[in-house]
């Protein structure tokens, strides 16, 4: 496969700087949605309300005085590249199920997805995949363990809010959009929280919580005045698993 390099234009950098710095905060474009192309323009910079969708995976630790050292060393265990594959196929293809799927991120093991749901049923369509996402976890979970490597754990956050968005147009006419703010970084504390506690891998903020329709509130716990947890799970895949799997 080949590689194709842009060459580093030194002026165009130095406009796109001067650009940016001369937008105060205040005057930056906030959409209540994600903005189509046509909005977007010439945009370098905007903010908008979007769910994000956070999976952060790892080796299943131990409480061993080895796996102690191991971890304060900073060699902290990981999964293996076969796993890492499978689960970013999953989580991919889950969360392209959905709909308002709009943009994925890739950092080490992590992964996460930025998804337009500016409705109520967008949120409840999301905490359905996020239920098969669980399952289908837990499957790979099984299968590597059934052929010798170490089990995973993994916590899946959950947020709606707001999302700041810088656009980065390449030579070729190609949009990248990076994502950050609030939305990812709660996600992202929200899964780390999730994949520590252990029992319940999902764990969703307050607003998002407030979306869902009373069905599936009655499936989440209240953990503090801003976070709710469960341990929510697809019944057709977990069956399957229980009857092809858990047995042998």
């Known amino acids: 496969m080949e590689i194709i390099h842009e060459a580093f234009d030194f002026n165009r950098q130095l406009k796109d700087i001067d650009d940016v710095l001369s937008v105060s905060g205040d005057k930056v474009r906030k959409f209540q949605s994600i903005p189509s192309l046509e ?15 956070y999976l952060r995976l790892r080796r299943k630790q ?3 005085l080895a796996s102690y050292e ?25 969360m392209r ?50 052929i010798g490597l170490s089990a995973m754990e993994w916590g899946i956050g959950a947020h709606y809010g707001e999302v700041f968005v810088s656009v980065q147009r390449h030579l070729n006419n190609d949009i990248h959009f990076n994502w ?6 709660t996600s992202y504390d929200l899964a780390l929280q999730a994949m520590r506690n252990g029992v319940d891998t999902i764990y969703t903020s307050d607003v998002f919580y407030q979306n869902l329709k009373d069905k599936y509130k009655e ?3 209240k953990e503090d005045t801003s976070i709710y947890t469960a341990n929510i799970i697809n019944r057709p895949i977990k069956d399957w698993q229980t009857e092809n799997l858990d047995n042998k």
Do not use: W
């Open 180 to 185: 950050s703010g609030l939305a990812c970084q």
């Open 70 to 94: 191991e971890r304060t060393k900073n060699h902290y265990p990981v999964v293996t590249f076969r796993q890492r594959h499978n689960a970013q196929q999953i989580f991919i293809n889950l």
């Open 97 to 146: 199920e959905h709909a308002k799927c709009f943009d994925f991120m890739f950092i080490g093991d992590d992964m996460a997805c930025v998804l337009d749901t500016a409705f109520q049923p967008d949120i409840n369509e999301l905490f359905e995949q996020m239920a098969k996402l669980n399952s289908m976890l837990s499957i790979l979970n099984r299968k590597s363990q059934l």
């Open 62 to 64: 131990d409480s061993s």
């Open 39 to 53: 909005d977007i323009g010439d945009l370098k910079l905007f903010v908008s309300v979007a769910t994000v969708v």
């Open 219 to 221: 499936l989440m716990r």
